[in-house]
C-alpha cells in the first residue's frame, strides 16, 4: 500500500485528491489536511462588497471529497522532505510516500505598517481578500456618500492579480446607479508603471479606467498607511490621501512553508515550471498558488495545471518520464462594470491579446474587450466551481491556451513556438 498526503484542500488540493482517487487503485490511501472546514470561493470575494451574500460564498469542503479520500481537520506546523514527514500543531505528524503541497497564498494585512495594526483598519481602510474584510466593506461602502477612495495593488504576486482593478471598475459602477458618482473621486493606486503587467492588456485597462473617470497612480510603492492624516505613503514621498482605502496586501506562502525553509523570499516552493515537481524533492509536487511559477496566482491556473499534472504524478509513480508539461494557462474574467466584463486568455509566454474565446469568429466570449457575455460567464462560474472543478470533472475547456481566436497586436510578446519537452 502507498500512500498519498495533500496539504491544503482549497481548489488545487481539492481538486487533486478528487481525480487521483479515480487513477490510483484502491489500495493508495489518499489523505488531504487543511486546518478548517470551510471552503471559501474566493473569486465570490469580489461581489462580497457590493452584493452577494457572505453565506453564499462558504461551503464544507468534506462535502466536496470523494469517497475513499480521507479528511484531517489539522494545522501543519512543517515538512520534513528528507524524512518524508509533516508536524502537525499538537505534535502528532504524519508519513507519506508522495507529497502534494496546495496550501495556497496569503494576503498578509500585517505587512503594511499602518494598516491591520492601524486605527482606521476596517473602518476606513479595508481589503476584500479575506471574508471578514469583505464584510467590512460592504458596510463601509453602504454609508460613504462622499470623498475619496484609493483602490491600492501594495505589489506583486497576488491571488487575482486583475481583482483590484476589477474592484475598481464595480466601486465606480456601484457609486454612478446610486446617482453619487460626481461626489466621489476614485484613484487606482499600483507599483506597476501602468494599470497592468503586460502592455497590451495595461493599455487595454488603463483606457478603460481613463473612460471611467477614475485616476491611475502609477510607480508607487507603498511605504505605510499614516492613519492619523488618512493618507497612503510612498517611499518616494508621495501622500495620497483618502476618506476610504481599500487595498490589497502583499501575499505570501503559508507560514509552514516558510517555517520549513521550503519557500523563495515569500515563501513560494521553487519547482519545475512545467511539471511543479519540488526542487527540494522528486516525491514532492506543488499545485496551485503554492508554488514559484511564473503565472498568475489564480484559480485558473490552479485547474489546468492540476489537470496536467495528473498523468505526470501516475508516471512518476510508477518511475517513468513525466510526459505533460504545463505552459502556464490562465483565463480570467474581469468585471469592468455596467454588467459586462473582459476576458484574458494567456500563458508563460503569450501576453493577454484581444479576439475571441474559445472559437474564432463566433466567441461567444471577447477577448481584452467588455460584453455582456463574458460578464454572464464570469457569473456562471460560481456554479461550474463547486459542480464541475472541484469534484474533479473535466472542464470543457482545453487545459493548454489555445492560439485560436486571438489577434497579434504589434510589440505583444509571440506566441510559444512549440510545447516545451517532456521531462
Ligand atoms: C478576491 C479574490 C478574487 C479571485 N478571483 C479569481 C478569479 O476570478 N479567477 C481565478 O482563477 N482565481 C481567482 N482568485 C484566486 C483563486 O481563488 C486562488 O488562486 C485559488 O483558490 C488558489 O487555489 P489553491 O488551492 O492554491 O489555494 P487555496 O484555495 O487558497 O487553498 C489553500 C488551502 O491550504 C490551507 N492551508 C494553508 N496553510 C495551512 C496550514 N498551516 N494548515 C492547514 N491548512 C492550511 C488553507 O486553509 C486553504 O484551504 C481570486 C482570489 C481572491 C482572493
Redesign the pocket.
Known amino acids: 500500500m502507498s500512500s498519498l498526503l495533500i ?7 481539492t481538486m487533486a485528491a478528487n481525480m487521483l482517487r479515480d487513477k490510483l487503485d484502491p489500495s493508495w490511501s489518499i489523505t488531504v ?4 472546514d470551510d ?1 471559501v470561493y ?2 465570490g ?2 461581489f462580497v462588497p457590493f452584493w452577494m451574500k457572505p453565506d453564499r460564498v462558504v461551503k464544507d ?1 468534506r462535502s466536496f471529497l470523494k469517497e475513499g479520500v480521507t479528511y484531517l481537520r ?3 506546523a512543517k515538512v520534513d522532505p528528507a524524512a518524508h514527514r509533516v508536524d502537525l500543531v499538537g505534535g502528532d505528524h504524519l508519513g507519506y510516500d508522495w507529497l502534494i503541497i ?4 496569503r ?1 498578509r494585512t500585517d505587512l503594511v505598517p499602518g494598516m491591520a495594526d492601524g486605527a482606521l483598519f476596517r473602518t476606513k481602510v479595508h481589503d ?2 479575506t471574508l471578514e474584510g469583505a464584510v467590512a466593506l460592504h458596510e463601509a461602502l453602504d454609508n460613504f456618500t462622499e470623498g475619496r477612495i484609493l483602490v491600492h495593488l501594495a505589489e506583486l504576486p497576488i ?2 492579480p486583475v ?1 483590484p482593478l476589477e474592484f475598481t471598475f464595480l466601486v465606480e459602477d456601484y457609486f454612478r446607479k446610486k446617482g453619487i458618482r460626481h461626489k466621489v473621486d476614485i484613484t487606482y493606486v499600483t507599483p506597476l508603471d501602468g494599470a497592468f503587467t503586460k502592455p497590451v492588456s495595461s493599455k487595454a485597462f488603463g483606457s478603460l479606467l481613463t473612460d471611467r473617470s477614475v485616476r491611475l497612480a502609477a510607480d508607487f510603492t507603498v511605504e505605510r498607511i499614516d492613519n492619523e492624516k488618512q493618507q497612503l505613503i510612498g517611499y518616494d514621498g508621495r501622500a495620497l490621501p483618502f476618506d476610504l482605502l481599500v487595498t490589497i496586501p502583499p501575499h505570501t506562502g ?3 512553508v516558510i517555517d520549513s525553509g521550503l519557500g523563495d523570499e515569500g515563501g513560494f516552493i521553487p519547482v519545475d515550471k512545467h511539471t511543479l515537481r519540488a526542487d527540494v524533492s522528486g516525491r514532492i509536487f506543488v ?4 508554488s514559484n511559477i511564473p503565472a498568475s ?6 485547474h489546468f495545471a492540476t489537470e496536467v499534472f495528473i498523468d505526470n504524478f501516475l508516471a512518476a509513480i510508477e518511475g517513468k518520464p513525466l510526459p505533460n508539461a504545463f505552459d502556464g494557462h490562465a483565463n ?2 474581469i468585471e469592468s462594470g455596467r454588467g459586462q466584463a473582459m476576458l484574458i486568455d494567456f500563458n508563460y509566454d503569450t501576453e493577454p491579446l484581444p479576439g475571441m474565446y474559445p472559437a474564432p469568429l463566433v466567441g461567444p466570449m471577447t477577448l481584452l474587450k467588455p460584453s455582456r457575455i463574458n460578464h454572464v460567464g ?1 457569473l456562471a462560474f460560481e456554479q461550474m466551481y463547486w459542480r464541475i472543478l472541484l469534484p474533479g470533472h473535466k472542464m470543457p475547456v482545453p487545459a493548454l491556451m489555445s492560439m485560436a481566436g486571438k489577434k497579434a497586436v504589434n510589440g505583444s510578446t509571440p506566441a510559444a513556438a512549440s510545447a516545451p519537452a517532456a521531462r
Open positions: 496539504l491544503g484542500a482549497g481548489t488545487a488540493g489536511v487543511d486546518r478548517d471552503h474566493q473569486p470575494l469580489l469542503r489539522r494545522e501543519i496546495a496550501s495556497g497564498s494576503a476584500f481578500y491571488k487575482c481583482a503559508a507560514q509552514f499545485l496551485g498558488d503554492a496566482k489564480a484559480g485558473s491556473v490552479a480570467c474574467f464570469k
